[in-house]
């Protein structure tokens, strides 16, 4: 019985037949185990709580049921996404338009989010978009203001739900909450479970499933390396690191954001094409570097865990950590993001004397083994454990 389960096609877990031809039209045959989970209890409009690692496809484990029951013929908005970054909500708004186009669905989905024009989007407001992707401030303003129509919401999904139900978010995902009608459906979304933010699930929603697949955090196919060097050597290292392994697309993790300004900088002078990712960044910036890295147009892109939030970028073969995580959990999210799909992949830390500390860490906490490289003649080559 389980075996068979665990077989399901998206045919088989009620998916609609326009919907899976989108899907292999996007080389996407099979359901992922939290899609197997999900689908069935989102599609039937229960509450839910989708928890899953980095890259094991929770995106479309809710879009696609929620899709689904989407009334086209009504001119309403029905299901509200909320993100809370710009660059995921443009995401989850992108592969849904993406959907829509290969399916030849007519639903129609508009991104609500700061820093572009208020006054078009609540003229795109007119058009009464079946599906409202954005951020958690630029929707309860609209709200607010009368221009979406919250009294009309069927399904509220918060993806990445830990990061918005923190206090800079919180208030605002409580006003679009409690504006809905109490028999909409809550999707909340995660890949780490924190305790101030489960409470608040809790709260939100007493009633709602838990849909968790087993704890699979190590994938197999990326390679776990570290390079010892002097925190001032890093820059120059990396750069080293990058042609020495030909590193076709790669996302380099630091921490600060003026640390991430002078590495492009210093690569960009080398004549490696790169774009930074962070915070400080106007959003048609931001925007343009992430298109750039997806097309293939720039080699490298840096970004801070923050900026790289939710982020889901396709044939990633290296991640450098320029700056290594102290906790295990942000370098499992962080290195997942490579190896998608079944390829291979990368990681390479680069660390001081000091941090060497954080490979006996990882591989206490993930059972992970990290090999010490060097750089000679502009090869890496593995240092021998004495």
Request: charged share 25%.
């Amino acid at each position: 019985m389980v075996g068979k389960e665990h077989q399901m096609t998206f045919s088989e877990l009620g998916i609609t037949p326009a919907l899976v031809a989108a899907l292999a039209k996007q080389t996407i045959s099979e359901p992922t185990p939290i899609q197997r989970l999900a689908i069935p209890v989102i599609a039937e409009g229960k509450d839910a709580y989708v928890h899953s690692e980095t890259g094991s496809g929770k995106t479309l484990a809710y879009l696609l049921p929620l899709l689904c029951r989407l009334d086209l013929k009504s001119e309403t908005t029905q299901l509200v996404i909320v993100a809370p970054t710009h660059e995921l909500a443009i995401q989850i708004q992108r592969q849904s338009c993406d959907l829509a186009q290969h399916a030849a669905l007519s639903f129609r989905t508009l991104l609500l989010i700061g820093g572009t024009s208020l006054d078009r989007q609540i003229e795109k407001l007119k058009k009464k978009p079946h599906v409202a992707v954005g951020s958690p401030g630029r929707i309860c303003e609209l709200i607010e203001m009368g221009k979406l129509k919250a009294h009309t919401f069927k399904t509220i999904v918060l993806d990445e739900a830990d990061n918005l139900l923190e206090d800079k978010s919180l208030v605002s995902v409580r006003k679009i909450v409690t504006s809905a009608p109490g028999n909409r459906q809550l999707v909340f979304v995660s890949a780490t479970a924190q305790a101030r933010s489960a409470h608040e699930v809790t709260s939100l929603s007493p009633n709602h499933v838990l849909l968790q697949t087993e704890d699979a955090p190590l994938n197999p196919n990326i390679e776990h390396l570290f390079a010892v060097c002097e925190e001032r050597d890093k820059p120059d290292v990396l750069r080293k690191m990058i042609h020495a392994t030909a590193a076709e697309r790669a996302l380099v993790f630091v921490h600060r954001n003026a640390t991430a300004e002078m590495v492009a900088s210093k690569l960009s002078h080398h004549k490696i094409s790169v774009s930074d990712l962070h915070g400080a960044f106007v959003k048609a910036d931001r925007k343009k570097a992430m298109d750039d890295f997806r097309s293939g147009k720039i080699r490298v892109l840096i970004a801070s865990d923050i900026a790289a939030r939710g982020l889901d970028i396709a044939g990633v073969s290296h991640i450098f950590n320029l700056d290594a995580p102290s906790q295990s959990l942000a370098y499992i999210h962080r290195v997942g993001r490579s190896a998608r799909a079944g390829a291979k992949g990368v990681a390479i830390s680069l660390f001081t004397k000091e941090e060497t500390r954080l490979a006996r860490r990882y591989h206490e906490d993930l059972g992970l083994h990290m090999q010490e490289v060097r750089l000679r003649e502009g090869t890496l080559i593995a240092v021998e454990n004495t």
